[in-house]
């Protein structure tokens, strides 16, 4: 796959022929014309400006700066270039960065290789001749085998969708659309619609100018101070003194920016120190350490999200002296980070100007623009200038909206994207052979800093087209199999976000009609460019190779079945390479445990935690109460922990068992139980029924509610809940309202396929199980009911929840478990929880997404309870 560039004149036109075709030139179309050249390939740019820049040539409206501090927003593909080139300021200005993208195509003598000028106006992929054709508004269509499509995420922007503006007198502007003489506003009227990062650095400069300018908002924003000014020693030496391991850092980061997150949760810090964090990160004026430095709960939690949205919010009041102004800038629909938040340069100080004026459009939407000006439900503002900063159709925009893209079988890219767009990776899409998306949807891009982004997009993209024509092949093309998985973990990872929350371009939730759904990917820099290896080094999974002479190769699947953080949890145990855990003796195993829970986030406040004593079977117990904050008496959850009945104790089930009564509102009584293999079985199930006897004889003293208890476990502990439940019928109680059982084990009789399937590399293994099993009791035993309650008789059990893990050896039993006791005529319900492991529930506040899953547990020990959804207990209860 390498041709020489040649022009072929045709009976109807005239057809440029090129391997490959890039549209745009900027930061992305300039390093890919870079790479392609370099590796033999015959590229041509077509770029619809009259110069390189892209986004940078465009968006020339007063104060366009970049937000990512400088020396994070240049390319570091060559270290000649980074020492060629210095930067001048902290955040550079537009010119700035466009003059850099013009020394960069100089450097690198890319101009040679763009048509500028150009559009393209169709692209069709030629079944018969296996390429791309695109049609062009100016010059020869080109004919190349694969199309890279590097137009930008906020390149197209939107239209003003406002009635009138064609009747307006006046000047009419566009911020992504600007002038190339600049404007002049000097002694003008000016209003501006739109107050994001456009319009937010736009109207100090504009209202310095203007006789006056009224500004017209929507959705007040988050912004906080720039502090722009020289580049910062503390970001430039780190830079000066290691240059590569700076760059690495950046790229295996979250954000593409090499800094240190947060790993303190919000509850762990006080009042006095959360205010020093968030006054820390308000004088760096950076986005990504106000959006990363504060706590560890700032990005995923309401909780820990609202306690950094106050503190801005008061920064808001801070500033702006009219309080009804002040409040109207204050953003409240919406949680910090959830929308781009900006960075300001004397915005907010701007509305304390004599010729500034709000509108506040929530309480007067625009109604008209007329010939005068822009007519609000309540009033008239009559204008010289209208400047529009209202955003772009992004990320979709500049792929649907400028050309018909007809892939195999004539499928229209926008008629595949109807609902929303798909794609594999954001880099590909199925049913579009050899069409590269450079940070489509689907692919980290404005979540990051798009510098490093582009750079992996690009060097993936090349490397594949390398790969591809060593190996004989000439197409590529994603799955549909790849693809739907990809969109999966896509809503897995956005469900770990609050960006799903928000009104946004993220969301597409800006421009009216466009399908809904947080577009980049949110899971991160780092782990998207693990994921992207990781397709190449299982065999290009998911993608479809093909060549010359029938030549082809499928290996199809899903990249990431994983919960993007158990994924990330399991990688950093497989990078520990630890022993396995049978190897170390019980006692061994359980100072490992114990080292290991040491590590982990301790578990949240609850009302009180009281540690006691117990009467078990054979002696006395140890139990750790948990109260509720909330006023008693409460219903009584009696839990037993994890551990193979050889391992854990109250306290390595601690964060669980405290989320367990914050999110149900109960009394939880972590009871302990005899362990193997000094006690082999009967001693662990004797334990569990007898603490249920002394807590329920104990109910009233520990603040219980009277009435049935509720039981709970986990693992070996969901084992022995079961089997107390079966002893509590059995013996003539005590009374049992519900059972939940996390991913439980019930058959030591029979492996079934989960054990083969998540054998190994899931922490919990199968050779784990049975070293458990062995230690805990003989072969002979492993039929008895208490040992094995799914071979017990289950009719007249408590109602039950019961909840797998897909990626656990148990998951199969569990499913069983429930299935059976649902045959016996017990009311259950379960939770079978895809991408989930054997912890994830336990490992609160580490494996966020089974936030949703404990949420259901609750609920379901609310219900058990009856309590209603309002949380009241029933009337005969209180
Ligand atoms: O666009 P936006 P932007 N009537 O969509 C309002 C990047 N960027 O160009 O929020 C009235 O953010 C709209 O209101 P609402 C950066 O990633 C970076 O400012 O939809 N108002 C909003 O207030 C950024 O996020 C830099 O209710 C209307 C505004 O217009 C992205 O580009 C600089 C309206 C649009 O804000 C987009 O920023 C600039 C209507 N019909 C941009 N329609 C840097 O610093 C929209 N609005 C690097």
Aim: proline share 7%.
């Amino acid at each position: 796959m390498s041709e020489v560039k040649a022009s072929e004149t045709t009976s109807s036109s005239t057809v440029q022929h090129v391997d490959i075709a890039v549209v745009g030139a900027g930061f992305a179309g300039l390093y890919l014309l870079h790479r392609l050249r370099q590796a033999g390939f015959a590229a041509q740019a077509l770029e619809a400006a009259d110069d390189v820049g892209g986004t940078w040539y465009w968006n020339r409206y007063p104060g366009a700066r970049c937000d990512i501090q400088t020396t994070d927003y240049s390319f570091t593909f060559d270290p000649a270039l980074e020492a060629a080139w210095q930067w001048s300021e902290k955040y550079a200005t537009q010119p700035e960065i466009l003059r850099y993208l013009g020394f960069v195509a100089d450097r690198y003598d890319l101009r040679r290789d763009i048509r500028f000028g150009t559009r393209v106006t169709a692209a069709r992929w030629n079944e018969a001749t296996q390429r791309w054709l695109l049609t062009t508004s100016a010059g020869p269509s080109v004919s190349c085998r694969c199309y890279v499509m590097a137009s930008g995420c906020l390149s197209e922007p939107k239209p003003p969708e406002i009635d009138g503006v064609a009747d307006f007198a006046g000047d009419v502007y566009v911020t992504g659309r600007w002038p190339h003489a600049g404007v002049d506003f000097t002694g003008k009227r000016v209003a501006v619609i739109g107050t994001g990062s456009s319009g937010i650095q736009a109207i100090p400069l504009i209202a310095q100018q203007a006789a006056h300018l009224t500004v017209f908002q929507r959705t007040p924003n988050f912004a906080f101070p720039a502090h722009n000014g020289p580049q910062p020693a503390e970001r430039v030496a780190p830079l000066a003194q290691d240059l590569a391991g700076y760059r690495t850092q950046a790229r295996m980061s979250l954000a593409g920016v090499p800094l240190e997150r947060a790993t303190e949760f919000s509850w762990q810090l006080s009042d006095a120190e959360r205010r020093q964090r968030f006054e820390r990160a308000l004088a760096a004026g950076d986005l990504v350490a106000m959006l990363t430095q504060l706590w560890a709960d700032q990005g995923g939690d309401l909780d820990g999200n609202a306690l950094a949205s106050d503190l801005l919010r008061e920064y808001v009041r801070s500033v702006v002296k009219d309080p009804t102004t002040a409040e109207a800038l204050t953003p409240h629909d919406h949680p910090f980070g959830s929308k781009r938040p900006c960075l300001e340069t004397g915005y907010y100080a701007t509305f304390n100007r004599p010729n500034v004026d709000l509108v506040n459009l929530r309480q007067e939407p625009i109604e008209a623009i007329t010939a005068a000006g822009i007519r609000t439900s309540r009033r008239t503002v009559d204008v010289d200038a209208i400047v529009f900063a209202t955003g772009f159709d992004a990320m979709t925009g500049a792929i649907l909206a400028v050309h018909p893209i007809t892939g195999r079988g004539g499928r229209s890219i926008d008629t595949v994207w109807a609902n929303g767009p798909q794609t594999y990776l954001g880099l590909t899409v199925a049913g579009f052979p050899n069409l590269f998306l450079i940070t489509g949807p689907g692919s980290p891009s404005v979540l990051s800093n798009m510098a490093v982004s582009i750079e992996q997009h690009v060097d993936w993209v090349v490397d594949r087209l390398i790969d591809m024509r060593a190996a004989g092949f000439s197409t590529m093309e994603a799955t549909e199999a790849a693809q739907a998985g990809w969109t999966r973990h896509l809503a897995d990872c956005t469900a770990l976000s609050l960006h799903r929350l928000a009104n946004t371009w993220y969301t597409g939730a800006n421009v009216p009609g466009k399908a809904r759904g947080v577009m980049p990917y949110t899971g991160g820099v780092g782990p998207y460019r693990t994921i992207c290896d990781d397709v190449v080094n299982r065999g290009m999974l998911g993608f479809r190779l093909s060549g010359p002479n029938g030549a082809g190769q499928c290996n199809d699947g899903e990249i990431v079945r994983l919960q993007p953080d158990v994924r990330m949890v399991l990688g950093m145990l497989a990078e520990l390479n630890l022993p396995p855990i049978e190897s170390m003796g019980a006692a061994g195993a359980r100072g490992f445990l114990a080292q290991l829970n040491a590590t982990r986030p301790p578990g949240r406040p609850v009302g009180e935690v009281v540690d006691g004593t117990l009467d078990g079977a054979a002696g006395p117990l140890a139990y750790r109460l948990y109260r509720p904050a909330t006023p008693g008496p409460h219903p009584i959850v009696v839990y037993y922990h994890g551990g193979g009945w050889v391992l854990g104790d109250a306290q390595s089930d601690d964060p669980f068992c405290r989320d367990l009564c914050r999110r149900s509102n109960m009394i939880v009584v972590s009871v302990d139980y005899r362990h193997a293999p000094e006690h082999r079985f009967p001693a662990a199930p004797e334990d569990g029924y007898a603490a249920l006897r002394w807590v329920a004889d104990h109910a009233a003293a520990l603040g219980g509610r009277p009435g049935p208890l509720l039981v709970a476990g986990w693992s070996a502990g969901g084992n022995i809940a079961a089997v107390t439940c079966q002893l509590a019928r059995d013996r003539g109680g005590p009374a049992i309202a519900g059972q939940l059982l996390v991913c439980p084990v019930t058959d030591g009789t029979s492996e079934r396929p989960s054990y083969s399937d998540n054998a190994t590399g899931y922490f919990l293994t199968r050779s784990l199980m049975y070293w458990f099993w062995d230690l805990y009791c003989a072969p002979a035993d492993r039929s008895d009911p208490r040992v094995s309650p799914l071979l017990g008789r289950l009719d007249g059990l408590p109602p039950a929840f019961v909840v797998t893990a897909e990626f656990d050896p148990l998951r199969d039993e569990g499913i069983a478990y429930a299935e059976a006791l649902g045959a016996a005529g017990v009311p259950v319900e379960q939770l079978q929880a895809h991408g989930q492991f054997h912890s994830s529930f336990t490992m609160v506040d580490v494996i966020a997404t089974a936030v949703g899953g404990r949420e259901k547990m609750a609920q379901a020990l609310q219900r058990f309870a009856g309590i209603d959804e309002s949380g009241a207990l029933p009337r005969a209860a209180e």
